[in-house]
């Protein structure tokens, strides 16, 4: 790596939180810690970063990719706190300030799925660009021009509503807001409530899978008909499956049906991708949000 400033980042994940100090180019050290209520997260996190800082010396700033919502505007006194969350203890928690009285330097913050956005769009030298994680939720972070998506809060493009699959005329979706938005039809809870099974013991012959590529597929649509991205990044555990993208693909260029002239099949496949970062995206981006 390069002989640049150092930086701190942290991933802020639901179920972990990944540490790094290094830079985009690559991490010296990284640690992974459970997340569990803020005050042993946060502790774990400051030892981490205590020892790393003794080791490899000091930083010039901290990013933090995290889960939310979160408080995004600089202008609130609020700005960098996680709002309401179902995740016991962790609302009004401000990372930012804790962690910048400590080190004294700058810290910024993200989403995570933004956090990724910004490292997917560093590893495919392109200014515009759509992450989307399917897993437990579904979440999409958006860079426009080089800049993160966010205005009165963050997208939550997620919870968009899709036109139903007929495979689940009778599922009502798993969404406690919704019911039957992208995330509740579609998320691996989803697929869960709907097939009895996880998605990774789904067979690739089922009909879930025709259903799961046409909601995805009317997400990816959507993102090209409103912010135009140059390439669609899906990534979580779901995409894990090998056959899915190339379904999507497909899909959606039936949705679009020769609308948008820049999407044709070879476009598809250039513009519709799997993650391309070595590191987790959000690690890499928490150090891109620092820089
Ligand atoms: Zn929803």
């Known amino acids: 790596m390069s002989n640049g400033p150092l930086f701190a980042a942290i991933e802020a994940g639901g179920t972990k939180f990944v540490c790094g100090i290094g830079s985009s180019e690559g991490s010296l050290r990284t640690v992974t810690i459970p997340t569990r209520d803020p005050e042993a997260t946060l502790s774990d996190v400051e030892a981490f970063l205590d020892e790393a800082i003794a080791a490899f010396g000091p930083i010039a700033a901290i990013g933090?990719?995290?889960f939310g919502p979160l408080e995004l505007d600089r202008t609130s006194p609020r700005y960098g706190h996680i709002l309401a969350t179902p995740k016991a203890?962790?609302?009004?928690?401000?990372?930012?300030?804790?962690?910048?009285?400590?080190?004294g330097v700058s810290v910024s913050i993200d989403t995570d799925?933004?956090?990724a956005a910004l490292a997917e769009m560093h590893a495919h030298d392109v200014d515009s660009l759509a992450y989307v994680t399917v897993g437990t939720g579904i979440g999409a972070g958006i860079v426009v021009q080089g800049n993160t998506v966010r205005g009165l809060g963050h997208p939550e493009c997620g919870h968009i509503a899709v036109r139903r699959h007929p495979v689940h005329e009778d599922f009502a979706g798993v969404c406690p807001y919704h019911g039957d938005c992208l995330e509740g039809l579609a998320s691996g809870p989803a697929l869960q409530a709907a097939w009895g099974t996880t998605a990774s013991?789904?067979?690739?012959?089922?009909?879930?899978?025709?259903?799961?590529a046409d909601y995805l597929a009317q997400l990816c649509v959507t993102l090209i008909l409103t912010v135009a991205p140059q390439r669609i990044v899906l990534g979580g555990g779901v995409m894990s499956?090998?056959?899915?993208?190339?379904m999507v693909r497909a899909a959606a260029l039936r949705f679009l049906n020769g609308y948008c002239?820049?999407?044709d099949v070879a476009k598809a496949n250039e513009a519709l991708l799997l993650p391309r970062?070595?590191?987790?995206?959000?690690?890499?981006?928490?150090y891109l949000i620092a820089s």
Do not use: C, K
């Not at 962790?90 to 009285?101: A, K, Y």
């Not at 013991?201 to 799961?212: F, Y």
């Open 64 to 66: 933090i990719g995290s």
């Open 89 to 103: 203890g962790w609302q009004g928690t401000d990372m930012p300030s804790r962690l910048g009285e400590r080190y």
């Open 113 to 115: 799925v933004n956090a």
């Open 201 to 212: 013991h789904i067979p690739e012959d089922h009909p879930a899978w025709e259903a799961q």
């Open 241 to 246: 499956r090998p056959f899915l993208l190339d």
């Open 261 to 263: 002239v820049q999407w």
């Open 277 to 286: 970062s070595l590191e987790p995206p959000g690690l890499v981006g928490s």
